[in-house]
């Protein structure tokens, strides 16, 4: 029995735009008339804590809740952001991520204290993941947003990226519609090249 | 093709964007939308005239979406009241007077406006009356899981419990059909998981009357109760729940869902769109019956739906709310009810598709396909390496710079810190866990008081501008009045900044003209005499007034000022200011770490090659405060320079 269910985890730290990233999809969702539900988390408005978004497409999702081990793809704007939603990911699931950290007061003064000798790196991580799936993304988002022309365009290129996965259930096309429709006017140009930039970069790591 | 142009509004929270062709579309159309949006736009269509609310999550995006739309539609009263039962009574005038009201508030905002709201349930309304509470399962930013569900049979107003955003949006324009239809309030209860729920939603037609002053002469109705009054009232509205049951016995949010076997599902809210997952991973077949009138219960659509079943499993979040009611319905009929009473479902927490799946394999003894602990224990195995990244003061806080200066003042001191709702709650976190209480809004100084007849060292509560407004100046008067001895220290940071930075009555703008209330004037014509306001963003100078007043034999008041940074960064967008980073000076810096110890600061991180500071320019927001804590000045501003 073939489900009509597509499971993406996105997460991130507060202030990097990840509502665009679930906002972009839904609405593509929409305009497809293909069934959407997300479970979002709003709440404490201040910036640098963990968010996440879970995003579920098809008609068999029905809870807004992705249940353990059914996230077919975790899209995140942040290392360590990944791997603290592991539990979502499906065996081999797919995992599109920032290779940027951004590392917690807590874990800096850490250091400084010399509790810890020194902050947890890219690798650390990757490591940890490898235990669920081997389909690992690490994408320098930063410096392709820089090289679009702003650096507060990851999450399009990251959205670019998604649009290269094979399975992912929505044409390249209706994604960039919609980035048109959605940012503001004057960085359509600068947004749509960072999401070439993404989906080229996703094309190019198969 | 008519090109419909898409407006981008930077919405009033943390920058999150909001497209609002979609919320003022003049037709019916199908949209994308989160549940708190779907309810705004349900108040638009419902032709709503006055709205108030106070902020309070996971509501919020209700009171900002209305907000930034109010100035489109000359007819809607918009507004920000003081706290959640001056709101509650504002909707519940216009709608006394002959308009449509509502307001939306958290499950614990209830409690502040229940005074009002029970005795609205005896007076009714005259013009329709929805108020929506939002619970939070997990209090994922409460500080309960209160069900708000026993609020209605308790007031005796009707309750309705939608499970999507789409019914969430239905609820809400029903709710005022019922409210008009019985002169009655409706209460609509959501949780967390339908308010932040974002999905197809098929809106209606967006038609809206002008508003016309009125007549109080044409209302011919009282709103009071007293006495035989009250008696009566109540009598009243006790009969009109009798004809609401019957009418909800009809009503489309309640569903069945056909199945096969002796045992069915009794369910509501979000737990039934986990439950319709849930049966599609046990491969099961079972009827389910979704209750969207929580309050009264369709008795009748409850008592066919049970009839040939041997077992009906109830799952809701919370308190076994539908299982007691549900128990005693079906006393008679050989039933076995399972849910919480039985130990297969939880009473703590949210529920998910896996939590629904194990309640259900425990009832009916199959094993799940899947084992979802394992699962989860075997990624909390690999989550070990992982640092924590707890809420944490954002860069350029005010709060975290007069936090740093009290810290100096009372580091050699024995003092006990009652603490309040806000961001500033915060402090009972890691790293500064400083915290000796914390209950709802304003309970600092209520709490102070008892505390100084008792204890020997200093009290100190810690309240900011809104939660001051909201519901501590009753105490500040009593501590007064009452010759109390303990400091106050007021966090002014211009809006109510955790829920997204709404305005407050010490605000200076709002969603329509507004008069800015001096919260000095305020605190020293209630009578306290010592009063020292301070400068947030100056840590150093802060630390001899803050001695002063936590020194004196009394009820001072410190007001330590500085804008909210992500309020303040978003005038100086509006502005076309910049928002100038600071740096490191490489030669200068000695590691001495002064910028990291005891501040806390996201932007600051360190190079690990020359284990430097390092200063993150795309956090860092330029308020020059970790550059006056080093002692060899290695920090300074990058006067907008780009270096890379």
Redesign the interface.
């Known amino acids: 029995m073939s489900?009509d269910k597509f499971n993406i985890m996105l997460s991130g730290?507060?202030?990097q735009g990840l509502?665009?990233l679930?906002?972009t999809i839904?609405?593509a969702?929409?305009n497809m008339?293909k069934?959407?539900?997300?479970?979002?988390?709003?709440?404490?408005?201040?910036?640098?804590?963990?968010i996440y978004v879970h995003l579920r497409l098809g008609e068999?999702?029905?809870?807004?809740?992705i249940?353990?081990?059914e996230a077919d793809l975790m899209v995140s704007l942040e290392g360590?952001?990944v791997?603290?939603n592991?539990?979502y990911l499906k065996p081999d699931g797919h995992i599109i991520s920032s290779n940027r950290l951004?590392?917690?007061?807590?874990?800096?003064?850490?250091?400084?204290?010399e509790e810890i000798h020194?902050?947890?790196t890219i690798e650390?991580?990757v490591e940890?993941?490898e235990?669920?799936t081997k389909n690992i993304y690490m994408i320098d988002s930063l410096s392709l947003a820089k090289e679009a022309g702003n650096?507060?365009t990851e999450n399009v290129v990251l959205l670019g990226t998604v649009a290269a996965i094979s399975d992912f259930p929505l044409e390249k096309d209706v994604l960039k519609e919609v980035v048109k429709?959605?940012?503001?006017?004057k960085t359509i140009e600068v947004n749509l090249k960072a999401f070439e930039l993404g989906y080229k970069e996703g094309v190019k790591n198969g | 093709m008519k090109t419909y142009i898409?407006l981008?509004i930077f919405m009033i929270?943390?920058?999150?964007?909001m497209?609002i062709d979609d919320l003022i579309y003049p037709d019916a159309k199908?949209?994308?939308m989160?549940g708190n949006q779907a309810i705004a736009r349900a108040v638009l269509e419902s032709d709503v005239k006055v709205t108030a609310f106070f902020p309070g999550?996971?509501t919020?995006?209700i009171l900002d979406t209305l907000y930034m739309l109010s100035g489109k539609f000359e007819d809607l009263k918009m507004e920000v009241s003081a706290n959640e039962k001056v709101a509650l009574e504002t909707a519940a005038g216009a709608a006394m007077a002959g308009v449509r009201g509502f307001t939306s508030m958290k499950s614990v905002g209830l409690n502040v406006a229940s005074d009002t709201f029970f005795t609205l349930g005896y007076t009714g309304v005259n013009a329709g009356l929805v108020l929506l509470i939002a619970d939070d399962p997990h209090a994922?930013?409460s500080q309960s899981e209160q069900d708000g569900r026993y609020y209605a049979e308790a007031a005796h107003v009707p309750m309705l419990e939608p499970s999507?955003a789409q019914e969430a949006y239905e609820a809400v324009k029903y709710g005022f059909e019922l409210s008009e239809k019985y002169e009655v309030l409706s209460l609509i209860r959501t949780t967390t998981?339908v308010n932040?729920?974002?999905?197809?939603v098929e809106i209606g037609q967006l038609d809206r009357t002008p508003l016309e002053k009125r007549s109080w002469k044409d209302v011919h109705k009282k709103f009071y109760t007293l006495g035989a009054r009250a008696r009566e009232l109540k009598k009243n509205s006790l009969k009109k729940l009798s004809s609401i049951q019957e009418d909800f016995e009809e009503s489309t949010l309640n569903k069945v869902v056909e199945g096969e076997g002796s045992t069915g599902i009794i369910t509501s809210g979000?737990s039934y769109?986990?439950v319709?997952?849930a049966l599609?991973?046990l491969d099961l077949d079972m009827p389910v019956l979704k209750i969207g009138t929580t309050y009264p219960l369709p008795e009748n659509t409850i008592m066919d739906f049970i009839d040939g079943l041997e077992q009906v499993i109830i799952v809701e979040e919370l308190m076994p709310y539908l299982e007691d009611r549900i128990t005693q319905l079906a006393k008679n009929s050989g039933l076995e009810i399972r849910g919480k009473r039985s130990g297969d479902f939880g009473m703590v927490g949210e529920y998910?598709?896996?939590c629904v799946?194990k309640g259900i394999s425990t009832v009916i003894e199959k094993d799940p396909p899947?084992d979802?602990d394992k699962?989860?224990k075997?990624?909390?195995e690999?989550?070990g390496?992982?640092?924590?990244?707890?809420?944490?003061?954002?860069?350029g806080c005010p709060h975290r710079a007069t936090l740093w200066a009290l810290q100096q003042s009372i580091k050699d001191k024995d003092y006990v810190f009652n603490n309040d709702i806000g961001?500033y709650s915060?402090f009972l976190l890691?790293?500064y866990e400083i915290t000796d209480s914390l209950l709802c809004m304003g309970s600092s100084l209520g709490l102070s008081s008892g505390m100084q007849h008792v204890l020997d060292e200093k009290v100190i509560a810690m309240i900011g501008d809104s939660t001051l407004f909201h519901a501590g100046l009753p105490g500040l008067a009593n501590a007064v009045h009452n010759k109390h001895d303990l400091t106050l220290v007021v966090l002014d940071n211009s809006v109510t900044?955790?829920?997204?930075?709404q305005p407050n009555p010490g605000s200076d703008f709002g969603p329509d003209e507004v008069t800015e209330i001096d919260i000095e004037a305020v605190v020293k014509s209630l009578g306290v005499e010592k009063v020292k306001k301070i400068k947030a963003f100056e840590p150093q100078d802060n630390t001899d007034d803050i001695n002063d007043c936590i020194g004196y034999d009394g009820v001072s008041v410190i007001i330590s000022e500085g804008p909210c940074a992500?309020y303040h960064d978003r005038l100086k967008r509006k502005q076309g200011e910049p928002i100038i980073p600071n740096r490191v000076d490489d030669d200068t810096c000695r590691s001495i770490?002064k910028c990291?110890?005891d501040?806390?600061?996201?932007a600051?991180?360190?190079d690990?090659d020359s284990s430097h500071t390092e200063i993150?320019k795309?956090?860092c927001d330029g308020c020059m405060v970790c550059a006056k804590l080093c002692p060899i000045d290695a920090i300074g501003s990058t006067g907008g320079e780009k270096d890379e």
């Open positions: 489900e730290v507060g202030g509502m665009l679930s906002q839904g609405r969702c929409s008339d069934k959407v539900i997300t479970g979002e988390q709003h709440g404490l408005s201040q910036r640098s804590g963990s068999d999702a029905h809870s807004p809740l249940p353990y081990g360590m952001e791997l603290r592991l539990e951004m590392h917690h007061p807590i874990e800096t003064n850490k250091v400084v204290q020194e902050y947890i650390d991580i940890k993941l235990e669920f650096p507060r429709e959605t940012v503001p006017e | 898409t981008l929270t943390q920058g999150e964007f497209l199908k949209t994308f989160i999550s996971p919020n995006e994922h930013s999507s998981r932040h729920q974002s999905s197809n979000v769109l986990h319709l997952e599609d991973v998910d598709v896996p799946v899947k979802y699962i989860v075997k990624a909390e690999m989550k390496i992982l640092p924590k990244r707890t809420p944490i003061f954002c860069a961001c915060m890691e790293p900044a955790m829920t997204g930075q992500l770490y990291i110890r501040f806390y600061c996201p600051i991180e360190l690990m993150k795309d956090i």
